[in-house]
């Protein structure tokens, strides 16, 4: 199961990595990393890329361990 579904709300919405940055205050390199599985978000990065999204932190990513 995926662990995020960042890349795939980012095509549902037609948003590029440049947007989402704007939007978050997130560089877009670690953007990237967090959507390629890369990189884990910390829980400040997950709370801002949600509220960027204007969705739950839930919605984005699978929080089950």
Request: with cysteine; glycine share 4%; hydrophobic share 35%.
């Amino acid at each position: 199961m995926e662990k995020n579904c960042l890349q795939t709300i980012m095509n549902e919405r037609n948003l590029t990595y440049r947007q989402l940055e704007r939007k978050t205050g997130i560089s877009r390199s670690a953007l990237q990393f967090i959507a390629n599985f890369e990189r884990s978000p910390t829980q400040d990065t997950m709370i801002a890329i949600a509220k960027g999204l204007n969705m739950k932190v839930t919605d984005v990513f699978n929080l089950d361990y």
